[in-house]
């Protein structure tokens, strides 16, 4: 199945730092997504994503498809952008089904 | 519309017994998915519902679990005879279509002791 790796594993920041979160994945895909778990568990859609750039406050993503990765940018961070940010994706052809292949997250703490 | 809900948050069961989760989705997306979440790891995928069909089962859904989705409304994930390595958080996500986002529901957290 297709490979999603997620760096860094875990990022410490200071309230009002930027920081660049990566997603590499091993295969051509058509849906790619990015996520936000806070600590109480729930995942929040932050961007349905598998080309381009798009900007949503202080977040923006840029999924460059056809160099395989994703890039999710946090800018002015807030303790409340504090969680697990995940990247997930879909291949593109029939054969692999319908079905988000989760990468193994960013853990991102930020301090006031 | 208040998003996907998820019935109960949390369930506490003895090993071997029996238990049923519900998942109601947003009402005009009719793509339903379960997936389950360990502790430290991105979910995993466990089956697929396209209105009521049900059009894909992952291998790690064994013969204990069960999955249905009457009417293409609600959706009910059963697990029988339930093991200690059945601990987790079990997700249910909705989309409209199979290019859209998803948008996840808050989880039941199933603790089997």
């Known amino acids: 199945g297709i490979q999603v790796e997620q760096s860094p594993p875990d990022l410490i920041l200071q309230e009002g730092a930027n920081s660049t979160l990566r997603c590499n994945f091993s295969d051509s895909v058509n849906n790619l997504q990015w996520f936000h778990q806070n600590p109480w568990g729930q995942l929040i859609n932050l961007f349905y994503i598998p080309s381009g750039t798009k900007q949503n406050g202080r977040l923006s993503a840029t999924t460059v498809a056809t160099e395989r990765y994703s890039l999710l940018y946090i800018s002015s961070s807030q303790t409340t952008d504090s969680g697990v940010y995940f990247c997930a994706v879909e291949r593109g052809i029939k054969a692999a089904g319908n079905k988000l292949t989760f990468g193994g997250g960013t853990r991102v703490l930020v301090k006031p | 519309d208040t998003g996907v809900s998820q019935d109960p948050r949390h369930k506490i069961t003895k090993r071997g017994q029996n238990v049923t989760f519900r998942c109601d989705p947003i009402s005009e997306h009719n793509r339903l998915y379960w997936y389950r979440q360990t502790l430290g790891q991105g979910p995993e995928f466990l089956t697929y519902?396209?209105?009521?069909?049900?059009?894909?089962k992952s291998r790690l859904l064994s013969d204990r679990f069960s999955a249905e989705r009457p009417k293409g409304s609600f959706s009910t994930l059963e697990i029988q005879r339930t093991e200690q390595g059945d601990s987790a958080m079990y997700l249910c996500?909705?989309?409209?279509?199979?290019?859209?986002?998803?948008?996840f529901g808050s989880g039941t957290r199933l603790t089997v002791v």
């Open positions: 519902f396209q209105n009521e069909a049900q059009l894909e």
């Open positions: 996500a909705s989309s409209f279509g199979r290019w859209g986002g998803y948008t």
